[in-house]
């Protein structure tokens, strides 16, 4: 008896081979597809960038003091301030929300410190007697009217600006605060400490001095 011949086999097997492998081709095709559209959102034209992390939001300037009045905080140039600070006050490099500039100052003996913030808007920030009011408010005093303003407050001038120190003794803080308006650039300077009342009253003669500096030396 005489063996069967194997090529009739091998030739039905290589086509069903053939076929298989451009079967899978269209596969292969799809599963790259499917993965370029997960790494890419759709419209998205680059690859969205990680978020920021906690230290890089540390370390990034706060911009809330530009929001104030639109204008950055002051650099390191003395020249462009139009106060004199005393030699023992130290400035605070960090920028502060809604303040142009921070300075430190020791009260009492134990070292205790205290901070004197500057900030400035456009305008009279809505005038006197709102803003009077709204610092009544945050140490806990009621509203007065237009009339009692002139009695809570010391007036001085230099040239181009005018100026009003007053301190303001509430049942939840103790403040210092001036307000002194710039006419040529038509704004207006706050100069304020909120602390206690024996801070208040260690600190209140130099800080109202302080005030009275803004355009003295113009």
Same mark, same amino acid.
């Given at each position: 008896?005489?063996?069967s011949?194997?090529?009739?086999r &091998?030739?039905?097997? $290589?086509?069903?081979? +053939? $076929?298989? +492998?451009?079967?899978?081709?269209?596969l &292969?095709?799809?599963?790259?597809?499917?993965?370029?559209?997960?790494?890419?959102?759709?419209?998205?034209?680059t690859? @969205?960038?990680?978020?920021?992390?906690?230290?890089?939001?540390?370390?990034?300037?706060?911009?809330a003091?530009?929001? &104030?009045?639109?204008e950055?905080?002051?650099?390191?140039?003395?020249?462009? #301030?139009?106060w004199?600070?005393? @030699?023992?006050w130290?400035?605070?490099?960090?920028?502060?929300?809604?303040?142009?500039?921070?300075?430190v100052?020791?009260? =009492?003996?134990?070292?205790?410190?205290?901070?004197?913030?500057?900030?400035?808007?456009?305008?009279?920030?809505?005038?006197?007697l709102?803003?009077?009011?709204? #610092?009544?408010?945050?140490v806990?005093?009621?509203?007065?009217?237009q009339?009692?303003l002139?009695?809570?407050?010391?007036r001085?001038?230099n040239?181009?600006f005018v100026?009003?120190?007053?301190?303001l003794? =509430?049942?939840?803080?103790?403040? $210092?605060v @001036?307000?002194?308006h710039?006419?040529?650039?038509?704004?207006?300077w706050?100069?304020?400490?909120?602390?206690d009342a024996?801070?208040?009253d &260690?600190?209140?003669d130099?800080?109202?001095?302080?005030?009275?500096?803004f355009? +003295? =030396?113009g």
């Open positions: 008896m005489k063996p011949n194997p090529c009739p &091998a030739l039905l097997v $290589l086509p069903l081979l +053939a $076929l298989l +492998a451009l079967l899978a081709l269209p &292969a095709a799809c599963e790259e597809a499917a993965i370029e559209e997960q790494s890419v959102p759709e419209g998205a034209e690859i @969205a960038e990680p978020p920021h992390t906690q230290s890089q939001i540390q370390t990034e300037p706060d911009a003091a530009e929001a &104030a009045d639109g950055p905080a002051f650099a390191d140039d003395a020249e462009a #301030w139009p004199a600070a005393p @030699a023992g130290r400035r605070v490099d960090q920028e502060r929300p809604m303040r142009l500039a921070t300075y100052i020791e009260s =009492g003996d134990a070292g205790d410190t205290v901070e004197v913030a500057i900030s400035r808007f456009p305008g009279d920030v809505g005038g006197m709102a803003n009077v009011n709204r #610092w009544r408010g945050q806990g005093l009621a509203p007065v009217g009339g009692e002139d009695g809570m407050m010391e001085f001038e040239p181009g100026g009003h120190t007053m301190r003794d =509430g049942p939840q803080g103790h403040m $210092l @001036a307000s002194i710039e006419s040529g650039e038509d704004r207006t706050f100069v304020r400490v909120t602390t024996q801070t208040a &260690a600190v209140q130099e800080v109202f001095a302080f005030a009275r500096t355009g +003295a =030396g």
